[in-house]
């Protein structure tokens, strides 16, 4: 069987939505600030906001503990990580 390549530039053609993340969820102008100078900024004003978000937040808040543990665990991930990449 041959696949049918079809040319982008022809009239007809489906484009891809430009509005589309690599994951397939679509930008919102409140999860994207187009201000947002750097990566980090872009990063920060996606994330403010979301439920998940707010929920480790809030655990976060009445049980620090649990932060110093994510905090402990995500260490202990990036130290595997770079001694892995060191060999």
Known sequence: MSEQVTDPAAPGAAEPDPSLHAAGEAETPESVDAGASSPV???T???KGRP???KVNAL???RPEVGLGIAFAGGLILATILKRLAR
Do not use: N, P, S
Request: glycine share 0%.
């Open 41 to 43: 900024e872009r990063i």
């Open 45 to 47: 004003t996606f994330v």
């Open 52 to 54: 998940e978000v707010e």
């Open 60 to 62: 976060i808040k009445q």
